[in-house]
Nanobody, 126 residues
Framework: QVQLVESGGGLVQAGGSLRLSCAAS????????MGWFRQAPGKEREFVAG?????????SYADSVKGRFTISRNNAKNTVYLQMNSLKPEDTAVYLC??????????????????WGQGTQVTVSS
């Protein structure tokens, strides 16, 4: 069983930055693909960013965040990060991290993730 705990959310003005962290339990973290998703009120959950299992692994981003957000991981600390810069009000959402223990690539598809955190709220004011 893997537990994921997000932190780092909060209230920030448009144009500001936040760094989210996701701490994972378990000894197999280094073999998991990891992803960040978000869900705004009244909207479906959507992919934000993903990273492959190896340190410095292949990354992918939603078009809406490309060039502003950066996903990274530290396998020694069992932690994945999401650095969010130039935040916009439309980035307001609950941000969730997810772990994929089978494919290890940080997919854009929710169904490929088998562990999810509870989420952390990010609110961007205009």
């Amino acid at each position: 069983q893997v537990q994921l705990v997000e932190s780092g959310g909060g209230l920030v003005q448009a144009g500001g930055s936040l760094r989210l962290s996701c701490a994972a339990s378990g000894r197999s973290f280094s073999s998991y693909g990891m992803g960040w998703f978000r869900q705004a009120p009244g909207k479906e959950r959507e992919f934000v960013a993903g990273i492959g299992w190896w340190s410095g692994g292949t990354t992918s981003y939603a078009d809406s965040v490309k060039g502003r957000f950066t996903i990274s991981r530290n396998n020694a600390k069992n932690t994945v990060y999401l650095q969010m810069n130039s935040l916009k009000p439309e980035d307001t959402a609950v941000y969730l991290c997810a772990a994929d223990s089978k494919h290890g690539v940080g997919s854009r598809e929710m169904y490929e993730y088998d562990y999810w955190g509870q989420g952390t709220q990010v609110t961007v004011s205009s």
